[in-house]
């Protein structure tokens, strides 16, 4: 029964897809937020604020009329798609595709978690919604939104919302963790490129900024495979060599 439920679901998510795409609107993951091609106007769901990338500005829409909020620097932008991101490590699970170490990044595009499909993190179980959760990022800050799961998302062991209701956004810290299905992520959020070794091992911040956490111990195998997708991440970021 549970699983005919998860199917009508999805089922339903999909068709209302589909139904946005056919009226015009379509959602972009890569920018996390919703097209217009009616207007040619970008949606953020996480602020309610609508977006012109050619002029770098946002409105509010009210009355049916679109008003000016406030102007997004394209320099401003870049900077913060270049230095601020999220680095999500894997602190414990019993997902078996996914193993404690394995290192996730959220740029201030922000990005999804899910069981399957195209997300910033895949957890391939049960526990796990289709499309679970929403990263996001305005104004400095990132914050976590759950999609109305079955079964939850966790901020510092407190569920966002009840079973089936979308959440509030929630305000994203540094050392907050973040557990999905069976997974928990510990993040990490570092100002420009500053990281510490329990979110890229061998670079270490000074004495007294060093975080209060449980090392995660892991053999060398699996430290040059974490470097090494750290580096790949960085260069599909545009993370290497900006400054």
């Known amino acids: 029964m549970f699983s005919s439920y998860r199917r009508v679901t999805e089922e339903l998510k999909d068709a209302a897809s ?6 015009g609107v379509e959602f972009i ?7 217009n091609r009616n207007t040619g106007l970008y949606y953020c769901q996480s602020s309610g604020l609508y977006y012109d990338t050619k002029m770098s500005v946002f409105y509010t829409l009210r ?17 913060a798609f270049a230095k601020t991101c999220i680095r999500a490590i894997v602190k414990e699970t019993s997902c ?18 899910g ?8 957890f391939p179980e049960i526990r796990v919604s289709k499309r679970h959760a929403t990263v996001s990022y305005c104004t400095g800050k990132y914050y976590i939104m759950d999609e109305g799961t079955m079964n939850g998302t966790f901020l510092n ?20 963790e973040l557990r999905i299905g069976s997974t928990t992520l510990q993040l990490h959020i570092h100002a420009n490129h500053d990281t510490c070794k329990w979110c890229e091992p061998g670079l270490n911040l000074p004495e007294t900024e060093k975080p209060v956490a449980t090392t995660i111990s892991e053999p060398p195998t699996l430290y040059k495979q974490r470097s090494k997708e750290t580096n790949r991440l960085k260069r ?8």
């Open 18 to 23: 589909a139904a946005l795409k056919e009226s």
């Open 29 to 35: 993951a890569s920018m996390n937020m919703y097209f």
């Open 63 to 79: 009355d049916g009329k679109y008003t000016y909020h406030s102007s997004a620097k394209p320099d401003d932008t870049k900077s």
């Open 96 to 113: 078996h595709k996914v193993k404690p170490g394995l290192l996730y990044m959220f740029t201030c595009m922000g990005g999804s978690i």
């Open 115 to 122: 069981r399957e499909g195209n997300h910033v993190a895949v």
């Open 157 to 176: 062991g407190k569920r966002l919302s009840v079973q089936k209701v979308i959440s509030e956004r929630f305000e994203l810290s540094h050392l907050d």
């Open 236 to 243: 599909k970021y545009k993370l290497m060599g900006s400054g």
